[in-house]
């Protein structure tokens, strides 16, 4: 089993920036990639972006490439999430996740259903 806790969510005006982290505990050593999904209101849950825990291979959505970067801490099992020039569109319930399996594509970490374990979620709002 893989606990997930995310930390870091806020409020924050349109052009700030926020990092997000995600502490893992359990048997991390199972973990292949940590990534972050987001669900805004009405809306269905999205990638944002994915790291390999062991190379540090990273995929981003579209949305965000060049604003958002993720990293790791292996030492510390945490991955963080920095979000930088931020939009009012950027605002959602963010997700960690941690997939098991390897992926070697976009498609494949980008699919929602391949993740094992997920955090609780934390909320950023974006104002304008």
């Known amino acids: 089993q893989v606990a997930l806790v995310e930390s870091g969510g806020g409020l924050v005006q349109a052009g700030g920036s926020l990092r997000l982290s995600c502490a893992a505990s359990?048997?991390?050593?199972?973990?292949?990639?940590m990534g972050w999904f987001r669900q805004a209101p009405g809306k269905e849950r999205e990638f944002v972006t994915t790291i390999s825990w062991r190379g540090g291979g990273t995929y981003y959505s579209d949305s965000v490439k060049g604003r958002f970067t993720i990293s790791r801490d292996n030492a510390k099992n945490t991955a963080h999430l920095q979000m930088n020039s931020l939009k009012p569109e950027d605002t959602a319930v963010y997700y960690c996740a941690a997939l098991l399996a390897y992926c070697s594509n976009y498609g494949c970490v980008a699919r929602e259903r391949n993740y094992d374990y997920w955090g609780q979620g934390t909320q950023v709002t974006v104002s304008s």
């Open positions: 359990g048997r991390t050593s199972s973990i292949d990639s």
